[in-house]
C-alpha cells in the first residue's frame, strides 16, 4: 500500500489558515501566502502544534491564528534558530512547496512555535503617519497653535514621534528630511496645508505597549511584519531607531482611563487626541467613555485652547455590522466641533486620497 501525504481532518484553524494564504495573496505576500497554504495542507494534526492549533478554543479568525505561526517563524529564521527554513525565506527566490515543507515541517514538530499562540501579533505601522501627518498640518494651519499629542493604541510608540520623520506628501516635503526615513504614500489630490509641524509635547497609552528599547520586544514587534515586505521591516527598524533615541511617555492602561485623566484643553496648544486602526480593537464602553469625554471638554474649548480629535479608522458599513471600504481620516475641531471627513486612505499608508 502506498502512504501518501498526511492527509488531516479539516478544522476552524486550517479554514483560517487557508483564508489568511487567499488574504496575504491578495495584500503582496505571495511567500507568506505559501507557509499559511502548507501548514492548512500539510501540518501534522498528531504534533503538540497540531493538537493545539486544531482545538483553538476560540475564533482562530478572531485570534489572528495563523498570523501567529507566522510570527514565530519569522522570529526564529530573525534569530538565526532555523537556518534551514532560513535560506528559502525571502529575499531567496520563491521556493518550492516541497522543499519549502522539508524545511518547514521539522520546525513546526518542535516546540519552539507553541510559545507564539498565547498571545495577539502586535504591530505598529509607521506609515501611517504619512496619513496622520497631513491630518496635524490641517490641524496647525487652521489653529496656528503647536500640538500637544496624545495617541490611543499607541503600541510600539512609532507614531508618536511623526515629527522625526520625513515625508513626501503630493508634491509638499514635510518633516524632518535628514532623519534615514522618508514616508512617501501614493498620493491623491490636492497638497495638504504647509504649516510647521511643531510639537509641544507627546504621550500615548496602550492596553499592551511594546518596549523598542527592550531587544526581545524590538524583535517581537519586526518578527509579525510579512517576511516577503523588506520596505515596510527597513522602514520599521529605521523608524525603531529613530523612536528609541528619545523615548516618548507611553502609560500603560486603558484609553478611556487614559482620555478622562489626561484631555484637558489647554491655553497656547492645541489638544490633540488621535488613534490610527485602534478603535475598533476597544471595549464598547471604553469607546463610548471617550466620545463623552471628548464632547465633555470639547464644549469648553476656545480658540485659544482648541481641541482636536483625529481618528484613521475603518469606516463601518451602513448597517454597523462590518466595515466598509478604505480607512478614512476624520477631524473633529473644537471650539466649533466641526467633523469633516479629510481623507480616504490605504490600511497600511500606501495610498492617500486627500479629500480636504
Ligand atoms: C492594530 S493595533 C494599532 C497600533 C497603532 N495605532 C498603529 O497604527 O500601528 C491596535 C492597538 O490598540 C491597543 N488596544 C486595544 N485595546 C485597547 C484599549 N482598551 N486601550 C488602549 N489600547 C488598546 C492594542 O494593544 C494595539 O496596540
Known amino acids: 500500500m502506498m502512504l501518501g501525504r498526511i492527509s488531516p481532518p479539516d478544522s476552524p484553524f486550517r479554514a483560517h489558515a ?19 497554504t502548507l501548514v492548512a495542507d500539510r501540518l501534522d494534526p498528531a504534533t503538540p502544534l497540531g493538537r493545539r492549533l486544531d482545538s483553538w ?5 478572531d485570534d489572528a491564528l495563523m498570523l501567529r505561526v507566522t510570527g514565530g517563524l519569522h522570529a526564529l529564521v530573525r534569530a538565526g534558530k532555523a537556518p534551514a527554513l532560513a535560506a528559502l525565506y525571502p529575499p531567496a527566490p520563491a521556493p518550492d512547496p516541497d522543499a519549502l515543507w522539508a524545511a518547514l515541517a521539522p520546525v513546526l514538530a518542535g516546540k ?3 510559545p507564539w499562540l498565547d498571545s495577539a ?4 505601522e509607521v506609515a501611517r503617519s504619512g496619513v496622520l501627518v497631513p491630518g496635524f498640518l490641517t490641524i496647525a494651519a487652521e489653529t496656528g497653535l503647536p500640538l500637544a499629542l496624545l495617541e490611543l493604541g499607541c503600541s510600539a510608540g512609532l507614531n508618536l514621534v511623526p515629527d522625526r520623520y520625513g515625508y513626501r506628501l503630493g508634491t509638499l516635503e514635510a518633516g524632518n528630511p535628514d532623519c534615514g526615513l522618508r514616508i ?16 509641544e509635547s507627546r504621550a500615548g497609552v496602550d492596553l499592551n505597549p511594546l518596549d523598542v528599547l527592550n531587544p526581545a520586544e524590538r524583535s517581537r514587534l519586526l518578527a509579525y511584519v510579512w517576511p516577503d515586505q523588506p520596505q515596510r521591516l527597513e522602514r520599521m527598524a529605521r523608524a525603531i531607531a529613530i523612536t528609541a533615541e528619545d523615548m516618548p511617555e ?10 478622562e485623566a489626561r484631555v484637558k484643553p489647554r491655553e497656547g496648544v492645541v489638544t490633540t487626541v488621535y488613534h490610527s486602526i485602534a478603535f475598533q480593537y476597544f471595549p464598547p464602553e471604553t469607546q463610548a467613555r471617550i466620545t463623552a469625554h471628548m464632547e465633555k471638554v470639547g464644549a469648553r474649548a ?24 478604505a480607512p478614512t481620516l476624520r477631524l ?11 481623507a480616504r486612505a490605504h490600511p497600511h499608508g500606501k495610498l492617500v486620497q486627500w479629500l480636504a
Open 184 to 199: 512617501h504614500p501614493v498620493w491623491d489630490g490636492a497638497d495638504p496645508p504647509a504649516a510647521p509641524l511643531a510639537i
Open 332 to 342: 473633529k475641531l473644537w471650539p466649533t466641533g466641526e467633523d469633516r471627513l479629510l
Open 57 to 61: 478554543p476560540g475564533n482562530p479568525q
Open 250 to 259: 507611553i502609560v500603560k492602561g486603558d484609553a478611556a482611563d487614559f482620555v
Open 302 to 325: 476656545t480658540p485659544a485652547a482648541p481641541l482636536a480629535w483625529l481618528r484613521f479608522e475603518m469606516t463601518p458599513s451602513a448597517d454597523g455590522t462590518d466595515h466598509a471600504d
Open 18 to 36: 487557508r483564508w489568511q494564504a487567499h488574504w496575504c495573496t491578495a495584500l503582496g505576500s505571495p511567500f507568506t501566502a505559501q507557509l499559511c
Open 112 to 114: 519552539a512555535i507553541l
Open 121 to 124: 501579533p502586535q504591530t505598529n
